[in-house]
């Protein structure tokens, strides 16, 4: 027992012998992960008692030790306020831990961990710590609590299944039976969990020595045999131990009774069938009669050293298959420096490895599954199981590599999307995990699995996920319109129409913000309530608080050439003269009174508004003109302004086509292109009006510039 509890926290990553988490006090030390601060102090109540995560954090204090220990540490309360004001600085926490293992108070100890573990669940050296502060507290059934807590947030954790073993075999009175059984059976549990790892030779080593020590060499044999079928670290160290182990034992102590009859039988027929060969055959060695039973006889030694030689011979051939699978692995499992959790963000090439790694471990399993899919019909068993494995390997790799990489979000995404094809719990459970525990506020994943839970049907959990995130993220104004978005499909127009108001109503401090939401209001209750009234009066309530916001104007003159345009135009004009009349900028003015002179020519009922509304618009364009003379003048060279008064470098411009407005605006109408009777001022506007716009579309690209203030709904 001893030396299984000895092989405890041996690894050495620089070590060609295996690859493990190095200590905690390498593997903490100071550095801040590239969060988001959060916003509201609910967040650090959830944290403190575990109520976002999904792991227990039920109290670990035994009854009245709360009262003998009296008031917390002299620092605690400072240290614990910093924590609790930014859950998110490691530094905070790892000088509150520290500081209550220096002062050894079990009650402080206990709130830190507990706070700490839940929102740093993977790291697995404070569980350690954890359960080691129980034991010497003399409470061994809350150690046990705590590991089988670690345990499951981080199942893939050896050196916590070790330590876990360890403490029951340090605490469990193994001469009981029922000892032996709950060890085998913790042991199983670890190598169904852990076993795949690459990683995992460690927790197999101690496996075997354990069934060892019971004196159970059948069991150990079937340890070997499990292991020498998966790909790890040191799988040829491995399959040296279980040679030796062969042919250090005779075949009945090692081998169950169905495979010593197999092998036993095996090295009989090759005896015959080498006899056979010599044609020296004795009466013995002839078929017996129906019914007479084979002579008793014991294995000599000559017999037992060729079912050894048989037994290593069918191990060769599965070593061989995973000595390959190995070597597949090889440079990928090379390339991961850091295979642990910490909060100091990973280099580039690290995450180029697990994108790389996980790619091709996906490859492989789908091959391996249109392999099986193709060999179906022929019913090769081999090839289903090679299926399964692949499957289950690539599980593997994912949870390791969601370790190191918890805090980035497109390795959760990437896991999602290979399991959303095989199962939809699997997908809910892992957002779960993503979203409840390692990134409680990225609110892109968490908008993710509010789309899935909506997907699939499940509308109530999309709503209470996305109402969630807003209390955690206050203020986000995607998440706020995704519920709109939500209440809206589920044809609750009421609910969402009662959100963008209550929005509206929150942002007007915010004239931006205000605008923004006021839009989307006035949108919704125009095109989907169908009450135009109700959407111009939340536009011009906004234009009231934001009378320079060029884009409500817009919105509103976009509302009123909705409507029957022939019982509306003086309502259209009033608009266009409303903006002009507005502190808005002389471009969008232009645009303004472009709009308005192109809704006159299309749809005014008299020449007398077109005029109008073209004079008005000159009058723009000359202003805005002599305003970019007087800037431009103002930046003139002077020895060129020089040179062009002495008529040394005058220049002929060359011939270009009529500019496009409003760019480079004409401020006179051009002179008539036909004769008679067009000298007129409307013939002259004609000619102008078609140079300037020479067809719809020269209007279209200024004033879909609109589009861009609304980001995709």
């Not at 204090?61 to 240290?79: H, N, S, V, Y």
């Not at 839009?519 to 169908?530: G, V």
Request: with cysteine.
């Amino acid at each position: 027992m001893w030396s299984i509890m000895a092989a405890e926290g041996t690894g050495d990553p620089s070590n060609n012998g295996e690859l493990t988490n190095p200590p905690v006090t390498e593997l903490y030390e100071p550095g801040v992960a590239d969060l988001p601060k959060p916003d509201i102090e609910e967040s650090v109540k959830s944290g403190a008692d575990g109520g976002d995560t999904g792991i227990s954090t039920a109290s670990y204090t035994a009854e009245g030790e709360e009262e003998e220990e009296g008031e917390m540490p002299t620092d605690f309360e400072r240290l614990w306020k910093l924590t609790s004001d930014n859950p998110q600085d490691f530094n905070s926490w790892t000088d509150l831990l520290q500081y209550c293992e220096q002062e050894g108070h079990m009650r402080a100890s206990r709130q830190a961990l507990n706070a700490f573990l839940v929102r740093y669940p993977l790291c697995y050296g404070y569980w350690k710590k954890f359960v080691d502060l129980e034991r010497q507290a003399g409470h061994n059934d809350k150690a046990e609590e705590v590991c089988e807590r670690g345990l499951k947030a981080i199942p893939l954790s050896v050196d916590l299944w070790i330590h876990y073993i360890n403490l029951l075999l340090g605490t469990l009175n193994m001469n009981l039976p029922d000892s032996t059984r709950r060890i085998r059976s913790v042991f199983e549990e670890a190598v169904a969990a852990a076993g795949w790892d690459f990683n995992s030779d460690r927790l197999w080593d101690l496996f075997a020595e354990w069934e060892k020590e019971q004196a159970n060499l059948k069991s150990m044999t079937s340890v070997y045999d499990r292991v020498l079928r998966v790909p790890t670290q040191l799988y040829n160290t491995h399959y040296e131990k279980l040679k030796t182990h062969l042919t250090s034992h005779l075949p009945q102590d090692i081998l169950s009774p169905e495979e010593y009859s197999k092998v036993r039988s095996e090295y009989k027929q090759s005896q015959i069938q080498a006899k056979k060969e010599r044609s020296d055959i004795t009466a013995d060695e002839e078929e017996r009669p129906p019914g007479e039973d084979e002579p008793a006889d014991n294995d000599s030694e000559e017999a037992v050293q060729k079912m050894q030689e048989l037994l290593l011979v069918s191990r060769e051939e599965v070593y061989q298959q995973n000595e390959a699978e190995v070597r597949k692995r090889w440079n990928y499992e090379e390339s991961i420096k850091r295979p642990y959790f910490h909060v100091k963000p990973l280099d580039r090439a690290q995450l180029k490895a697990w994108q790389s790694y996980l790619d091709w471990e996906i490859a492989e399993a789908e091959t391996a599954a249109m392999t099986a899919e193709g060999t179906a019909v022929e019913g090769h068993e081999d090839s289903k199981q090679e299926c399964v494995a692949g499957h289950e390997r690539v599980l593997i790799l994912f949870e390791r590599c969601l370790i190191a990489c918890a805090l980035y979000e497109e390795f959760w995404d990437k896991y999602v999307h290979y399991l959303e094809p095989r199962g939809l719990e699997e997908v809910r459970n892992v957002y779960r995990r993503a979203c409840e525990i390692h990134l409680p506020y990225k609110h892109s994943i968490h908008l993710q699995w509010a789309s899935f839970e909506e997907k699939h049907g499940n509308i109530s959990e999309a709503r209470r996920i996305l109402e969630s995130l807003e209390i955690t993220v206050p203020g986000l104004a995607e998440v706020r319109l995704r519920r709109v978005g939500l209440e809206r499909r589920a044809a609750r127009l009421d609910v969402a129409e009662s959100l963008l108001k209550e929005t509206v109503d929150q942002s007007k401090d915010n004239p931006t913000l205000h605008a923004f939401y006021s839009i989307k209001l006035a949108r919704f209750l125009h095109k989907l309530c169908k009450n135009p009234a109700r959407a111009r009066a939340v536009l011009q309530e906004a234009i009231e608080l934001s009378p320079d916001n060029g884009r409500l104007y817009q919105n509103l003159l976009e509302l009123e050439m909705s409507s029957d345009l022939r019982a509306n135009g003086g309502v259209i004009q009033q608009c266009v003269a409303k903006a002009l009349a507005a502190p808005l900028s002389p471009k969008t003015k232009i645009l303004f009174s472009q709009r308005g002179l192109q809704f006159a020519e299309d749809f005014g009922t008299t020449v007398q508004s077109v005029l109008s509304m073209y004079e008005e618009h000159q009058k723009l364009l000359q202003e805005h003109n002599a305003k970019r003379e007087a800037e431009n003048s103002d930046n003139d060279d002077p020895e060129k302004m020089s040179k062009m008064d002495d008529g040394s470098s005058l220049m002929v411009p060359p011939q270009t086509a009529p500019p496009t407005m409003p760019h480079a605006p004409m401020t006179t109408p051009p002179p008539s292109m036909m004769g008679g009777d067009m000298s007129g001022s409307y013939g002259s506007y004609g000619s102008w009006y078609q140079q300037q716009y020479g067809g719809y579309g020269s209007y279209q690209n200024p004033w879909n510039q609109y589009n861009q203030y609304y980001p995709p709904s």
